[in-house]
Every structure is written in C-alpha cells, then in structure tokens.
C-alpha cells in the first residue's frame, strides 16, 4: 500500500529545503542546464557525420537523447539524494532510529528526499518528451511505452546506487560523492568494492542496455517484445536484488552496532 502521508512529508519537506537554500536551487538547475547543452552538442556534433548516420539515424539520435535527459533529470529528482542519506546515516552511525521506523526504510528515504532543485528541468525533459512525439506522430501506445521505459530506466540507476552504495555496511572506505552526471557516481565507487565480473555487469553493461540503450532503441529504431520484457525483468530483478542487500547490511549493521 502507498503511504501517501509519508509522500506529502517528504514533499513538503523538499519544498521546504528549496526555499531556504534558493542559491543552490538555481545552481544545481544551472549545472544540469549545462550538463544537458553539452550533450546536445556532443550528439548533434555526431550528426552531422555521414559515417556514424549509417548506423544511426537524425530520428534514433533524437529519441535517445531525450531518453537520457530524462533519464537523468528523473533519477536526480525523485532518487539521488536517497541512497546518499543511508550513507550518510550509517557512515555516521545514526541509522538506528530510522530503522525503528514502522515503514519500508528505502521507500521512506525516497519519499523524504526528494530533490526539487531538478525540478525545473526535470519538467524541461519531460516537455521535450511531448515535443519530440508530438513531432515524431508517434503512436499514443508507444509514447507511452516510451515514458514508461523511461522511468524504468531512472529505477534501474536508482537500484545500481543502492547496490554500490550499501557496500557501506561491509565497508567505510568510501569516495566521497559529489553531484554530476549519475553514471559517475554509480563508477566512483571503490574498484574493490566488487569483483571483476561484477563491475564490468553494474558498470557496463547494465547501464548501456537498460539505462538509456534499450529504451530508446525501442522507440527509435524497432519495438521488440522480447527486450521490452528483458527491460521488466531487469528492473525487478535490480530492485529486489538492491532490497536483498539492504536487508542483509541493515542486520549487519545491527549486529555490528549492539
């Protein structure tokens, strides 16, 4: 069941945050504003190569480069700051109180931690969404597979950085995160953190297929069913898989801590 009480806090919360730190909101929105022209131009740059369109065309480049611009907006709005909280509260030893909370832990802590200074291009994304369909005359059905793929590919971000960013509880020799492009701060993390095998899945490929790969592939290029189910399947798979080990580091923790 949705605890819709708890998501009103924590957007109540949010807004809250934003207007006593209005320097930072325009910042962060100026940051991501940056980080987004500069992905344009790196496609568009592509482009306007003949070699590179003979695999890809003008119409796949722009569906995938809305695709990752709200891919990333969305991530950093409703899920960024939420694993960095749990890092923060078990590096300094504060998760106890949270954890007596009669809730579902990481749901609590991206419904309190969302961050709205993503908000604006968040809904900047979201309109090039509209525009480019719109355009495009893409089908009702597909745009909306589109959307949804899309925020499928934000949980499957959100599900590597909880993975990664629980290793905290086996571990307090972490890099300190800072706010850029959420692939890095997926791939900041400590190289032995994981073994081989399981960096080159969380890093490489996971992220170029199911973040942004095949999402855009589907709208872009063909519809396929079968990677349109392998997308589900993924997602569900990472965010029982990032559960399982929450749960197993939260009775590390409480054995570690007692």
Not at 19 to 43: D, E, M, R
Not at 173 to 195: G, T
Not at 203 to 210: N, R, V
Request: glycine fraction near 4%; include cysteine; charge should be positive.
């Amino acid at each position: 069941m949705i605890d819709y009480p708890l998501i009103r806090l924590g957007f109540y919360q949010s807004v809250s945050i934003a207007k006593k730190n209005p320097v930072n909101f325009w910042v962060s929105a100026l940051v991501n504003f940056i980080y987004g022209v500069t992905q344009g131009i790196f496609w568009w740059a592509l482009s306007q190569h003949s070699q590179f369109l003979g695999f890809m065309s003008q119409h796949y480049l722009l569906v995938f480069f809305v695709t990752v611009v709200c891919v990333d907006n969305l991530y950093m709005m409703l899920f960024g700051q939420s694993s960095m909280e749990l890092q923060r509260r078990v590096h300094n030893m504060k998760l106890d109180t949270h954890l007596l909370l009669p809730v579902h832990l990481p749901f609590f802590y991206v419904a309190t931690s969302i961050s709205l200074q993503h908000a604006m291009l968040t809904s900047a994304a979201l309109l090039s969404f509209i525009v480019l369909h719109i355009t495009l005359t893409t089908p009702l059905w597909l745009a909306l597979v589109h959307l949804l793929v899309i925020v499928e590919g934000s949980i499957v971000l959100a599900a590597i950085s909880w993975i990664y960013r629980s290793s905290i509880f086996w571990t307090n020799a972490l890099v300190a995160m800072r706010h850029s492009n959420p692939s890095f701060k997926v791939m900041i993390r400590p190289l032995d953190a994981f073994d081989g095998v399981a960096r080159l899945i969380f890093l490489f490929l996971i992220p170029c297929l199911f973040i942004t790969g095949v999402p855009a592939w589907l709208v872009g290029k063909q519809f396929d069913w079968t990677w349109f189910a392998a997308q589900n399947v993924v997602v569900c798979l990472l965010v029982c898989l990032a559960n399982h080990i929450f749960i197993i580091g939260t009775r590390r923790y409480g054995r570690v801590t007692t």
